[in-house]
């Protein structure tokens, strides 16, 4: 699976929108993107996953250069409780549950 | 519908015993996958399970070990314990290969944290 490269921390201010940026220079035609996140002591939650172009849903939205080597999370308007681990993962998408999770951005929502 | 449950969700083990943790996934999810998640990192691929099968493995030992059921629930059991076992351990279900469309988005539990003194 190709490696990601995700900023350590970021901050953003309630009800904005927060963009967390991830870096996958390394994608291969078949491999997928994929964020999930994790809330203190929680298990990873699922947001969302796309291939080449843009995907939204009721969590966020992800938006995938043209070239695929990097790619942009947006939560439209953050609350507090999307304070969390936000992990971005590339992987193919049939047959291969081994996700390979880095350390991923922790977000802080401010008041 | 139930999520992901995962038992025991705490416990505290010494150097050298054995220890076996359970995960019953979401009705109709046939496939299992195991996460060891040490503190301060993500989580580490240990095991996938499909149809009673191991379908992939991580790099760990062979002091870890899993299975499935019939009824697709699943077992971790990890021998020998040592001081760096201690983590959470989580486990994440999917209705499995064969479904082309989201074949990686994972359902995971809360886990259970394993302590070793």
């Known amino acids: 699976d190709a490696k990601t490269t995700q900023p350590p921390s970021m901050d953003c201010a309630e009800g904005r929108a927060a963009n967390l940026p991830c870096n996958h220079s390394?994608?291969?035609?078949?491999?997928?993107v994929y964020w999930y996140r994790q809330i203190h002591s929680q298990g990873p939650q699922y947001i969302i996953h796309?291939?080449?172009n843009n995907e939204t849903n009721e969590m966020a939205s992800l938006i995938i250069t043209e070239d695929r080597k990097s790619s942009t999370l947006i939560l439209p308007h953050a609350t507090l409780r999307d304070t969390a681990v936000y992990y971005c993962?590339?992987?193919?998408?049939?047959?291969?549950?081994?996700?390979?999770f880095g350390t991923g951005t922790r977000l802080t929502i401010i008041p | 519908d139930a999520g992901v449950t995962q038992s025991p969700t705490h416990l505290i083990k010494t150097r050298g015993q054995h220890v076996t943790l359970r995960c019953s996934p979401i009705?109709?999810?046939?496939?299992v996958s195991w996460y060891q998640q040490v503190l301060g990192q993500g989580p580490q691929f240990i095991f996938q399970?499909?149809?009673?099968?191991?379908?992939g493995r991580g790099n760990f030992p062979d002091r870890f070990s899993a299975r499935q059921f019939p009824n697709y629930s699943s077992e971790l059991n990890v021998n020998a314990l040592l001081l760096g076992d201690s983590a959470l351990y989580l486990c994440?279900?999917?209705?499995?290969?064969?479904?082309?469309?989201?074949?990686?988005?994972?359902?995971f539990g809360a886990g259970s944290r394993l302590t070793v003194l």
């Open positions: 994440a279900s999917s209705p499995g290969q064969g479904v082309r469309s989201g074949a990686n988005v994972l359902t």
């Open positions: 796309g291939l080449k």
């Open positions: 390394t994608i291969s035609g078949n491999e997928y």
């Open positions: 399970y499909y149809e009673k099968e191991e379908r």
């Open positions: 993962i590339v992987s193919t998408n049939f047959g291969n549950e081994k996700l390979t």
């Open positions: 009705s109709g999810h046939k496939s």
